[in-house]
């Protein structure tokens, strides 16, 4: 049977899994992201939920065609409510908006916290979703940005109190220096800020796509910030949004001078 082709953005997802760990796929959509684990030897293992009945039936007759019944399980679950704690070691959450994603994690946190690692890639409300991470008690273990088909997409690998101990190279600021070197002057709260807008890991990595990103993300605001200058607003419309937009590219801009 011919390998299982994934995009990139899935490809990136699977490639945070530690070898060797089961794993448990919630919203695993038609099933490739586990027969890929599979394929690859990556998983000798994996339950591949979801709460949508033809998603699910797409993804069990795929891993049928595929031969792997015997190492991948399909189960109807809404989030984590089907799941027992100790049936997976890795948790992949990937492709939902950042609220929806905090909802499943949030439902049952003592299940939530029995993996050693989660593989989360939120599509929005990304910021929000980090500082949840962040005040949860989670750790973030590595980050990769990547860009498809002219989006920006974040996978996140993290590990709540009873999960993984060890953290990557990039977490430990492989490239910048010790933790904390990065950003040693600035205040506490502005770098949680920061790292919620950013990534932590992002930051200290510094990759070329991710520089794309900020590059083009304060093109964006330097655009709103022109045009707000030519539009006929009141002074109090425009001076309140001209501000919020003025606060968004100083952070950008922050960012951009600690991957100097």
Sequence with gaps: ??????????RTVAGMVTGGNRVCDVGCDHGFVPIYLVQQGISPGVLAMDLREGP??????????????????????????????GEADSLICAGMGGGLMIRILEAEREKTDSFQELVLQPQSEIERFRRFLRESGYRILD??????D?????????????????????????????????????????????????????LRKRTPVFLSFLEREAAVYEEILANLRKQGLTEEKRNARYTEVEILLRDNRQAVTLMR
């Design 1 to 10: 049977m011919r390998p299982v082709v994934l995009s990139e953005r899935l």
């Design 56 to 85: 699910l039936r797409a993804a069990r007759e795929h891993v049928s065609a595929y031969g792997l019944d015997e190492k991948i399980e399909t189960r109807l679950s809404d989030g984590l409510h089907n799941y027992t704690a």
């Design 143 to 148: 980050e990769e940005m990547l860009a498809e």
């Design 150 to 202: 002219g989006k920006y997409y974040q996978v996140i690998r993290a590990a709540g109190p009873g999960g993984a101990h060890v953290q990557s190279d990039a977490a430990k600021g492989r490239d910048a220096g010790p933790e904390g070197a990065l950003c040693a002057d600035m205040p506490h709260v502005e770098l949680c800020k920061l790292e919620d807008r950013y990534g932590p890991v992002l």
